[in-house]
């Protein structure tokens, strides 16, 4: 069991700042996110646009925000558990919250912060029967780890840019890879094409493209997909992995059964704190509702900076808590 002041659900700009002005407070926290990397939204969905709403940069891209928000939070040595869902919330003697993720992980806080944004990126799923049986038995729609991939035979599907990127990183870590599409023309970044293009012409990608996966295969673990092609017909393809990447749609998920108060897909909070309607339980950033909200990055940071003043004196009721300048303090990190 990981002990913590805080646990925090969701590791998007919100919570990683959460992090910072929470070790400025000298509490600990602990990440728990679904996908297999911090950032949220800005990771997963547009790592390479400029946003230019976030004081004091005129320009910055989202994943060079993210690379930063993890530096600024180095000192705090913040835990993480990342690939993992939160889904269950209890209460133990009215004084600590336990949350239980979808593998078992038990995060033990005094205050649990929910800052899941959208909710979780759920996979969205080709239509293909029996898919389902497969899953986790050599169907992926999410590279966790590559090196689960290496020496290995995969099939990815898809052509958007995770397709083709990992695509192109995949070559040198599986002993074959081969892409499938439905279309000629690929939706991703025209370096990331030309780059498929070029690992294609030298047969290290077998592209298949104007064909789709039609059926899998396999006893016990997959063994085979077959594919379609628009004049070709079927043919089958013997692989250890199929890796369908058509995207990722996000879902409020786990934390609707939390009994917290929700406002069609999003949780009522106090603006006073962003407290919820449950003791000792916030929520912060593009997940919370109130009168005014506006989902912004800075939205999600000033949220972060009341929360953890409120989640200090719940963590040391008895403590007085001074209001410092960090230009007075300095950054003290954690032992
Ligand atoms: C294309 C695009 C462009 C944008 N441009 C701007 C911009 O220019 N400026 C701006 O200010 N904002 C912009 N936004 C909005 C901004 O990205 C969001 O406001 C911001 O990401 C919210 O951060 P967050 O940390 O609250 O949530 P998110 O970034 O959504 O992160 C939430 C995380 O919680 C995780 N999670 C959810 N539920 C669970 C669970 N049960 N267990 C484990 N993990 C869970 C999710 O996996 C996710 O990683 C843009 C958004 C998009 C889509």
Redesign the pocket.
């Known amino acids: 069991m990981i002990e913590t002041d805080i646990a925090i659900?969701?590791?998007?700009?919100?919570?990683?700042f959460a992090v910072f002005e929470a070790g400025l407070l000298k509490l600990r926290c602990h990440l728990?996110?679904?996908?297999p990397q911090p950032?949220?939204?800005?990771t997963?969905?547009?790592p390479k646009?400029p946003?230019?709403?976030?004081p004091g940069y005129p320009e910055i891209l989202?994943g060079d925000l993210v690379d930063n928000l993890m530096k600024q939070i180095e000192p705090f040595k913040p835990g993480f558990t990342l690939g993992?869902?939160?889904?269950t919330i209890e209460r133990i003697d009215n004084k600590f919250w336990k949350v239980i993720?979808n593998k078992g992980t038990i995060i033990q806080a005094t205050v649990i912060a929910i800052?899941?944004?959208?909710?979780?990126?759920e996979p969205r799923k080709p239509p293909i029967k029996g898919i389902d049986a497969f899953e986790d038995k050599g169907v992926d729609y999410i590279v966790r780890d590559p090196e689960v991939y290496r020496n290995k035979k995969i099939i990815i599907a898809g052509g958007g840019d995770s397709a083709l990127d990992w695509s192109i990183y995949l070559t040198d870590v599986a002993s074959e890879v081969i892409l499938v599409h439905r279309r000629n023309e690929f939706r991703g970044a025209p370096d990331s094409v030309e780059k498929v293009m070029h690992l294609a012409s030298i047969g290290k990608i077998k592209l298949l493209t104007q064909s789709q996966v039609t059926k899998i295969a396999g006893v016990g673990k997959l063994e085979s997909v077959t594919v379609l092609h628009d004049m070709e017909g079927e043919k089958a393809f013997e692989v250890d992995h199929f890796i369908p990447l058509f995207g990722l749609t996000?879902k409020l998920?786990?934390?609707g059964n939390f009994g917290l108060n929700l406002d069609k897909q999003a949780i009522l909070v106090n603006t006073l704190d962003y407290s919820t309607n449950l003791p000792g339980v916030f929520a912060?950033?593009?997940?919370n509702t109130y009168e005014g909200k506006l989902?912004?990055?800075?939205?999600?940071f000033h949220e972060a900076t009341l929360m953890a003043q409120a989640a200090f004196k719940i963590v040391y009721p008895d403590k007085k808590l001074s209001f410092k300048y960090t230009t007075v303090t300095g950054i003290e990190g954690m032992a």
């Open positions: 659900i969701g590791a998007g700009p919100t919570a990683l728990i996110d679904y996908l950032g949220g939204q800005l997963e969905i547009y646009k946003i230019y709403d976030i989202a993992e869902r939160a889904e993720t800052a899941g944004g959208l909710g979780c990126f996000p998920g786990p934390l912060i950033g593009d997940i989902k912004l990055i800075l939205c999600g």
